[in-house]
């Protein structure tokens, strides 16, 4: 989990929605390599929340995972596979 948050939560509607699109439930979090995770806000659009977006190894492969802090939690938005210009900025900054 992100540091001091121990439980992921999200909307199961969302979580279906997330599976659908991207092929990976929400539930993948528990698996999510903090230790070399890139964390920074997330300003791509304006959402209302702040928002983060982490990059970082769920097994051998690089995804990106938006979430925003909720009661003391992180809430789930979005976990997909980076993209190529992502896996390159990771590695830039890693």
């Known amino acids: 989990m992100c540091a001091g ?3 992921t939560t999200f909307d199961p509607a969302k979580n279906r929605s997330n599976l659908a ?3 990976i439930s929400f539930a993948t979090v528990e698996e999510f390599d903090w230790d070399t995770a890139l964390i920074e806000e997330d300003r791509s659009e304006v959402y209302g929340e702040q928002r983060e977006r ?3 190894f769920i097994g051998d492969r690089l995804y990106v995972y938006i979430y925003t802090l909720r009661d003391g939690h992180d809430h789930a938005i979005s976990l997909r596979l980076a993209t190529k210009q992502e896996a390159r900025f990771y590695a830039q900054n890693r």
């Open 21 to 23: 699109k991207h092929g």
């Open 5 to 7: 948050v121990s439980v």
């Open 54 to 56: 982490a990059i970082s």
